[in-house]
């Protein structure tokens, strides 16, 4: 079993930064792909970031730029940089992994952009 657990979420003003982290723990394999999603209310989940093990990364149209996300593989954990946040922005985030046919979820934690 796999348990994700994310970290650095909060309230921040606009134009601000904040950094998610999120370790996994438990059977983590070598090969895997993590990444970031996040849903605001009343809209569907999305997907923010992604990053594979050998560091190949995909980022959402509307954080390009703005948001880097990067792991450690030593720590089985992955960040999510985020600089120039909006309003916009918040949402609750999410962390995922996904090893062979298995996919494992965060608890989630909240962002929020305000000023």
């Known amino acids: 079993q796999v348990q994700l657990v994310e970290s650095g979420g909060g309230l921040v003003q606009p134009g601000g930064s904040l950094r998610l982290s999120c370790a996994a723990s438990?059977?983590?394999?070598?090969?895997?792909?993590m990444g970031w999603y996040r849903q605001a209310p009343r809209k569907e989940r999305e997907l923010v970031a992604l990053?594979?093990?050998?560091?190949?990364?995909n980022y959402a149209g509307s954080v390009k730029g703005r948001f880097t996300i990067s792991r450690d593989n030593a720590k089985n954990t992955v960040y999510l940089q985020m600089n120039s946040l909006k309003p916009e922005d918040t949402a609750v985030y999410y962390c995922?992994?996904?090893?062979?046919?298995?996919?494992?979820w965060g608890q989630g934690t909240q962002v929020t952009v305000s000023s």
């Open positions: 990053i594979t093990n050998g560091g190949s990364t």
């Open positions: 995922r992994l996904m090893q062979w046919t298995s996919e494992y």
């Open positions: 438990g059977s983590i394999f070598s090969i895997n792909t």
